[in-house]
């Protein structure tokens, strides 16, 4: 390790922050009338992310999920402690590499499908054949 | 609840930096792989692959990168970033499985649990599913009713895989207890090092279980409290406390090895202006001032010709996290630094360390550039523009800092950098 020798406090945080919306400006000279109703601003962290210890937030690349709304370069909110679900659009472990897939799950069997003609099914015998990463939870496309 | 009880459960992450640049490169998975200490001089963490190899720990990097291909051996850079970020949300996790939360290094954080010992290793198996689902990187955990048998649990849970990564020490026999303590060296005790290790075993005392049934007064008198409390704790008798905030860390240390060695005080002059303005960086944000400030130098382990390894220690006029007087006291090492020799590492340890604010100086002991917020401005920018934009004197400089840490195989900081995101493969 080398930095620091011995035990320590580790400060537990997230260091990733999104957008800040900026409040109503205060006027200089005269107290605003709106400063009392001031309650901070909207912390996106707050909204998009459930829990701290589990999501991460990952990039897109390929344009597979184009017709879900999830283009190339988008980045995604993927939250690892959720329950895949038939219909999740998931981060599962293919070939050694992290693949975004749609999950559909049915009585005949478990498939990942792109959202896009153009890339054939992945047949899965079973879900627990199967490593997934996380659920994306939100799509951040680029407008 | 009768036989509901306190315990302490001990929280490792196997082979943490290793797992956690597996995390977000499956393709890591089953590969022998290796992560390097600063400057990529030697094998740090090995994943279970690398250790089978015969790597050990410590093995420098130019003696294993010839035979890498031929092993398939992957090496990364460590990537401090992303294992900082993934600890933190380990022992955040770790937080809301018991109020007792002892976080005592990067990897690995002590627990105070209660009830019953079915319902202990049930808590046991399910913090372990916890961090590897949350998280995404494995643990291992040890309960006992001391710390140091948490450890030795802890020890038993990673190197039996039949537990499944959890281990109670008193849901085993005792026989088999003895024989676990009598296998190991008494050098594997959680507390024992290595001069310690020879004045016990010229006593007879080789094995953990030799230690256990020491005297506990003759270890008091021929040894230390310390040791004793050791003994105490194998016999299963808490000695050492739970410790949850341990407010009054003693020191923070900034050093590294060069990847070109240094050979003038020059050099030095700015090596030893970025470490402390580090160190003032890192006081500020913890809320903490120094009193004692200590710089030093080294040469190569590897170079024994022309050894040096200068030193000065120098008391703070006031306990401060001054960037300006932590500067000019690490140049303290300037006069030291002998001219031509190759120094492989610096560094500089601030000590003494205490909540600023606690007492206010003096008007005329008053420090100037604290009170013009020189620090706070400097930290500011650093975080707005990056590191190594502003700097007092000769830390300001972007370039000429040929002499910082390399990094060259370090994976992308995945979590703390928006431009390093892990990537998912729409194909």
């Known amino acids: 390790m080398g930095v620091i020798i011995g035990p320590r406090v580790i400060k537990a945080g997230l260091s990733v922050r999104l957008v800040l919306i900026s409040p109503v400006a205060v006027a200089a000279g005269f107290p605003s009338p709106a400063q009392d109703y001031f309650d901070g601003r909207i912390d996106l962290n707050e909204h998009l992310i459930k829990d701290i210890t589990s999501t991460y937030i990952v990039r897109v690349s390929g344009d597979s999920m184009e017709q879900a709304g999830i283009s190339d370069g988008d980045e995604l909110i993927v939250n690892r402690a959720l329950e895949p679900r038939d219909g999740s659009v998931v981060v599962a472990v293919l070939d050694g590499e992290l693949t975004i897939k749609r999950l559909k799950i049915s009585a005949a069997g478990v498939v990942l499908q792109a959202a896009n003609p153009l890339y054939p099914d992945i047949n899965v015998p079973a879900l627990a054949d199967l490593t997934i990463w996380g659920v994306a939870t939100r799509c951040l496309h680029h407008v | ?427």
Not at chain 2, 67 to 91: C, F, H, Q, T
């Open chain 2, 1 to 427: 609840m009768s036989n509901a009880r306190q315990q302490i459960a001990l929280v490792d992450v196997n082979c943490f930096y290793a797992s956690a640049e597996r995390a977000f490169d499956p393709s890591l998975e089953g590969k022998p792989l290796v992560v390097l200490s600063n400057n990529d001089g030697c094998a740090v963490t090995r994943s279970p692959e690398a250790k089978a190899l015969g790597i050990s720990t410590g093995d420098p990097w130019f003696k294993l990168a010839p035979r890498a291909k031929e092993w398939g051996l992957v090496a990364r850079s460590s990537n401090y970033e992303l294992y900082g970020d993934i600890s933190a949300r380990v022992m955040e996790l770790l937080g809301r499985y018991s109020a007792w939360l002892e976080v005592y290094s990067i990897d690995e954080a002590f627990l105070g649990i209660k009830g019953t010992p079915e319902q202990m290793v049930g808590l046991g198996r399910t913090i372990k599913a916890a961090v590897q689902r949350n998280v995404g990187v494995p643990v291992c955990v040890g309960i006992a009713a001391t710390k140091t048998l948490a450890k030795l649990a802890n020890r038993w849970a990673k190197n039996n895989p039949a537990l499944g990564g959890v281990c109670r020490w008193e849901s085993m026999e005792p026989e088999v207890r003895d024989l676990l303590m009598a296998r190991l060296p008494v050098s594997e005790v959680w507390g024992v090092a290595g001069r310690l290790e020879k004045r016990l075993n010229a006593l007879g005392i080789c094995t953990i279980l030799e230690l256990s049934r020491a005297d506990p007064v003759m270890v008091r008198d021929r040894f230390s409290v310390v040791l004793m409390r050791t003994v105490l704790e194998l016999r299963g008798t808490p000695c050492i406390p739970l410790e949850e905030e341990r407010m009054g860390r003693d020191q923070l240390i900034f050093s590294r090895s060069f990847s070109t060695p240094l050979t003038s005080a020059s050099e030095f002059r700015q090596v030893l202006s970025v470490y402390a303005q580090q160190a003032s960086a890192r006081l500020a944000r913890h809320r903490l001032q120094a009193k004692v400030l200590t710089a030093f130098a080294g040469t190569s382990h590897y170079n024994p010709k022309d050894k040096s390894s200068p030193s000065v220690c120098v008391p703070l006029p006031m306990p401060t996290s001054d960037p300006v007087l932590l500067t000019k006291a690490a140049h303290a090492l300037l006069p030291a630094i002998q001219d031509g020799v190759n120094y492989a590492r610096a560094g500089i340890m601030v000590t003494d360390l205490r909540p600023s604010g606690n007492q206010q100086p003096l008007e005329p002991f008053a420090n100037p550039h604290e009170e013009r917020g020189i620090g706070p401005l400097v930290e500011q920018i650093s975080r707005k523009y990056g590191r190594g934009t502003i700097g007092l004197g000769f830390a300001g400089l972007k370039t000429g800092l040929d002499w910082s840490m390399k990094r060259g195989m370090r994976s992308p900081r995945y979590t703390t950098h928006w431009d390093e995101l892990p990537v998912v493969r729409a194909a």
